[in-house]
């Protein structure tokens, strides 16, 4: 089944193997630069159906990093037009992942040498003034305006996306980034309709989602990146993913990625293989909704039980890519699977 094609929409995808979103800190005020359009044009070039962008920032005080990508800007849009015309020319459809770090926000590139300094951007916002460790700058608790113009910063970006042509659009909301903080308790205390119940938590996620839905046409998919648990003592649960995909579903959200985790420092999070799969098919089969596996999947065996058992209908690998960005086509040699490689390439897989 892996290397069957899907069809979310009018979207037909030409098989089930997805590159799941992955920073490159690499970018320059958000500009994709040469090292984007190797990376994303080699994993198409390797056979990927569907490519998901790295996280791209919605505003600059929202990034992971100073080099993040970004979409908070129309200069950002042909850039991004050209990584998605490469990774089309082979095939591959492209997805963004639009992204607000909030608490999470660094002032530091992954491997910038670093002292003993406070982790995090002293401008960074979040819903609550709770910071995310101990050795973390106090993010600064958003007002009524700032989660207006926060909304407005991800409509903006949307439609900037649908401008750059991407095949697909992810909202962020895992990973202990700002809309997972919102819907989380351990991040979330405010006591206005965005804070509190439950209810309240999940609002800006789904205004978001639902204002999106005007912006986009009709036939491009969205997805929304969950973490489907916060493992920490009084986060969110797998039950309450289940309740907010169903919202999600309901509000036209055509895919839930399914991860986790990324809420707190204190997290206990344990990887195994296929560690978050379960929670990819619970929503599936509770919801209806399409999902996303993703998590240290790296075995075409795996892959193909979770699509065969009904976890997931699309199977995303993250890491597994970055060791080796040709693995689906040489899965696909392996396998006796007909499969297109670049004309260029043809006398490599003979
Ligand atoms: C270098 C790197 C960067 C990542 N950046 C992002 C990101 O921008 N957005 C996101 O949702 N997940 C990000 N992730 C998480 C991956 O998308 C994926 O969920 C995770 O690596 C688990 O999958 P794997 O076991 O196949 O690597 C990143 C992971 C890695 C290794």
Redesign the pocket.
């Known amino acids: 089944m892996l290397f069957e094609p899907i069809k979310i929409k009018d979207l037909t995808i030409k098989n089930r193997i997805v590159m799941?979103?992955?920073?490159m800190y690499s970018s320059s005020d958000g500009f994709p630069t040469d090292w984007h359009k190797i990376h994303y044009g080699s994993r198409a070039a390797g056979g990927a159906g569907l490519i998901m962008s790295?996280?791209a920032a919605v505003e600059p005080r929202g990034r992971?990093s100073p080099y993040d990508l970004g979409l908070w800007k129309d200069e950002h849009i042909a850039g991004l037009k050209n990584l998605v015309d490469i990774c089309h020319d082979f095939g591959s459809k492209v997805g963004v992942?639009l992204?607000h770090a909030g608490r999470k926000a660094e002032s530091y590139g992954p491997w910038e040498r670093r002292g003993a300094e406070t982790k995090g951007s002293t401008e960074a916002i979040a819903p609550s003034a709770i910071p995310f460790g101990q050795n973390w700058h106090t993010p600064n608790e958003m007002s009524v305006d700032d989660i207006e113009n926060v909304k407005t910063s991800f409509l903006n970006a949307v439609k900037r996306a649908v401008k750059v042509g991407f095949d697909i659009i992810e909202i962020?909301a895992?990973?202990g980034y700002l809309l997972n903080q919102f819907l989380s308790p351990i991040s979330n205390i405010r006591e206005d309709s965005y804070g509190g119940s439950f209810e309240n938590r999940q609002r800006l996620l789904l205004e978001i989602v639902k204002e999106a839905k005007n912006l986009i046409p009709n036939s491009t998919p969205l997805f929304v990146?969950l973490s489907c648990v916060d493992y920490v003592q009084g986060g969110v649960t797998i039950e309450d993913t289940v309740k907010i995909a169903k919202n999600l579903k309901d509000f036209g959200v055509d895919v839930i990625d399914c991860?986790s985790g990324g809420i707190a420092e204190e997290e206990t999070r344990e990887?195994f293989p296929c560690f978050q799969c379960s929670f990819a098919e619970k929503i599936k089969s509770e919801t209806g909704v399409m999902t996303m596996a993703?998590?240290?999947?790296?075995e075409y065996d795996q892959a193909e039980n979770i699509l065969k058992n009904k976890q997931a209908d699309l199977v995303?690998?993250?890491?597994?890519f970055?060791r080796n960005p040709y693995f689906p086509t040489q899965w696909a040699k392996e396998k006796g699977i007909d499969f297109e490689v670049p004309l260029q390439y043809k006398r490599g897989w003979m």
């Open positions: 799941s979103s992955m920073c790295e996280a992971i992942q992204a962020h895992a990973h990146r991860s990887e993703v998590g240290a999947i790296t995303a690998f993250g890491r597994k970055l």
